[in-house]
């Protein structure tokens, strides 16, 4: 069984940047295809950013590419989300979740975390 267990959220203004965590138990984050996933106040659960397993290629939806950054640390079974540049449109609760696939972004995932709010003020 894998645990997720996000940490990082929080409030910030317009243009600044927060930095997510995931620790991950249960297996190794290499052991599957790990990511982040949002969830905005009255929308759908939407992907966000992703790493495929073990070759580690990443993924971005296209609203965060360039101002989001994926990684992970081996050692310490964490994944990282690095937002920088943040816009209010990127106000969400985000999910660490993992999916047993092989290759491309993560579409439907197996394991979810219990979320972490974050708010971007105008």
């Known amino acids: 069984q894998v645990q997720l267990v996000e940490s990082g959220g929080g409030l910030v203004q317009a243009g600044g940047s927060l930095r997510l965590s995931c620790v991950v138990s249960g297996r190794t984050v290499s052991s599957y295809a790990m990511g982040w996933f949002r969830q905005a106040p009255g929308k759908e659960r939407e992907f966000v950013a992703s790493f495929a397993r073990l070759a580690g290629n990443t993924f971005y939806r296209d609203s965060v590419e360039g101002r989001f950054t994926i990684s992970r640390d081996n050692a310490k079974n964490t994944v990282y989300l690095q937002m920088n540049n943040l816009k209010p449109e990127d106000t969400a609760v985000y999910y660490c979740?993992?999916?047993?696939?092989?290759?491309?972004?993560?579409?439907?995932?197996?394991?979810w975390g219990q979320g972490t709010q974050v708010i971007v003020s105008a």
């Open positions: 979740v993992a999916e047993d696939r092989w290759g491309g972004a993560i579409v439907r995932p197996d394991y």
